[in-house]
């Protein structure tokens, strides 16, 4: 009942060795669920049943700790970011027999914070303390490789990423207390959209589009979540509104005297 939530089974059972989990990732059919184990370890279980997991792991491979877990849309590929500034890619297609595709992806300076797959599964989107956003080509998880330059604007780490349901755009949160938008339309041409947006408040870890995209969800440190309406066309019916017969022709001469009239509101 969704008013009425109730655990499955012991919460002990889901537990690191010494810790809570870091990062976790459900697989998009919901049959596993992939945990940090052990902070430089990941850990795969079954939970066809809830109330009985099943462990298989512990999957070695990172030096540092795993900050970040995501499933490909697909649920073949899982992803696993970590402070050792490297990226994994794991073939789960058989979870009781995980396997590493590659080499780590390096390009990183610093710690990975956050990892999203593109909705089409083809791009990788990951998100630094180097206060970048990296974008890679995963289209073959075996022979991934970078995509593009670094998305840069950010002054401090990055912590938060989500992609628009139709995978035009990408969002970034950082801990500069900013929210940026991208175009990756083309991943190897990704530009920033606009200037950053400041939520007025320290970022928190989550942004949401809306189905549509043109809302943004951006949780904050104030105990509050903001909307951000991306709609340029209602933004300029509101301005438009608000400012109707401001700019007059007498004030175009005066502030714009080498231009002809031409005002954005009609």
Same mark, same amino acid.
């Given at each position: ?6 655990? *499955? ?27 940090? *184990? ?26 540092? *700790? ?33 396997? @590493? ?24 989107? @990951? ?35 989500? *992609?628009s349901r139709d995978g035009s755009t990408l969002a970034s949160g950082g801990n500069d207390n900013t929210v940026r938008l991208w175009d990756v339309a083309d991943p190897s041409a990704a ?30 440190? @104030? ?31 005066e502030y714009l005297p080498r231009l002809s009239y031409d005002p954005p509101c009609d």
């Amino acid at each position: 009942t969704p008013g009425r939530p109730v655990p *499955y089974g012991p919460a002990l059972v889901l537990q690191s060795r010494f810790m809570g989990p870091d990062a976790l990732a459900f697989s998009p059919d919901g049959r596993t669920l992939a945990t940090a *184990y052990d902070s430089r370890s990941l850990q795969l279980w079954d939970v066809t049943d809830p109330a009985h997991p099943v462990s298989h792991g512990p999957i070695a491979g990172h030096r540092g *700790y795993i900050d970040s877990l995501v499933f490909s849309p697909d649920g073949r590929t899982l992803a696993s970011g970590s402070a050792d500034g490297t990226i994994r890619l794991w073939k789960v297609t058989d979870p009781t027999r995980p396997a @590493s595709l590659r080499e780590p992806l390096t390009g990183h300076a610093g710690p990975v914070n956050v990892l999203v797959f593109s909705p089409d599964g083809h791009t990788l989107a @990951s998100g630094g303390d180097d206060d970048t956003v990296r974008l890679w080509d995963v289209t073959d998880p075996a022979h991934a490789e970078r995509t593009g330059a670094a998305l840069t604007g950010h002054s401090e780490s990055v912590v938060s990423l989500t *992609y628009s349901r139709d995978g035009s755009t990408l969002a970034s949160g950082g801990n500069d207390n900013t929210v940026r938008l991208w175009d990756v339309a083309d991943p190897s041409a990704a530009e920033p959209i606009g200037q950053s947006m400041s939520p007025s408040a320290k970022t928190g870890s989550f942004l949401s589009f809306s189905p549509d995209r043109r809302m943004l969800g951006v949780s904050s440190g @104030s105990d509050t979540v903001r909307l951000w309406d991306l709609d340029v066309d209602d933004a300029i019916s509101r301005i438009c509104a608000t400012t109707a017969n401001v700019l007059t022709h007498s004030a175009w001469e005066e502030y714009l005297p080498r231009l002809s009239y031409d005002p954005p509101c009609d």
